[in-house]
């Protein structure tokens, strides 16, 4: 396994956590336009977007990359 796919196999394991994490929170908040249920969501995209930049400025992906990654995880959580 490369390092570029070593850093998309862990950013997209990071993904799924974040999903199951926010469907655990609407489980149990039964609303999604609570403002707990955005600040969770909002919290954990900014961490993810972070680690995204940091692996962009390694070059071990291209920022496309790391944006389909985040676009894909608001698209699912959203």
Not at 25 to 54: A, W
């Amino acid at each position: 396994m490369t390092s570029t796919e070593h850093a998309l196999y862990l950013l997209k394991e990071e993904s799924d956590k974040i999903e199951q994490l926010i469907q655990v929170q609407k489980d149990h908040l039964n609303l999604p336009e609570c403002p707990v249920y955005m600040d969770v969501v909002d919290t954990q995209i900014y961490g993810l977007s972070r680690i995204i930049d940091f692996i962009v400025r390694l070059d071990l992906i291209s920022a496309e990359q790391g944006k389909e990654i985040l676009s894909d995880l608001e698209r699912r959580l959203l």
